[in-house]
């Protein structure tokens, strides 16, 4: 009956280091979608200009987490961002109850890297080391 809580969730790529460390991120953001608008102009009427739908469109799913060493999920986006050798894969975003079931889940077809990054390296703080990967993908559902 009670709204979910958004700090428990795991992060699945499908064929790619599954259960393990590579499945925990702190944060996921960029679950979004909308749709485009076309303006069509009408001869004759100047008023307005009718506004109809147009294609989906996705933003990239951020995933952040303390960096893990002996990553397979690092070395997919070495392969793909230095190499340019690409593995599409299907990542699923699975919000989990108090009980860690799956409460509400939603599939990424066709995920690929687009960005790696670490957070700055600061003397002066005591923070953990952050890496951030950003994914492009064609589409989403929730399942």
């Not at 919000?95 to 690929?112: C, M, V, Y």
Request: hydrophobic share 45%; proline share 4%.
């Amino acid at each position: 009956m009670y709204p979910p809580v958004g700090f428990h969730f795991r992060v699945d790529f499908l064929g790619l280091a599954e259960g393990t460390l590579d499945s925990r991120f702190q944060e996921v953001s960029g679950l979004s979608a909308e749709l485009g608008v076309v303006e069509v102009v009408e001869g004759g009427e100047n008023r307005f200009s009718h506004r109809l739908p147009d294609r989906a469109k996705y933003g990239n799913l951020v995933l952040r987490r303390g960096m893990v060493k002996d990553s397979s999920l690092v070395e997919w986006c070495e392969k793909a961002i230095l190499h340019f050798e690409f593995q599409p894969l299907t990542v699923n975003v699975v919000l989990l109850n108090e009980e860690h079931q799956p409460l509400s889940a939603w599939r990424f077809e066709r995920a690929w890297p687009v960005k790696w990054s670490l957070s700055d390296f600061k003397a002066q703080e005591s923070a953990i080391v952050v890496e951030t990967l950003e994914l492009a993908y064609s589409h989403f559902t929730r399942v």
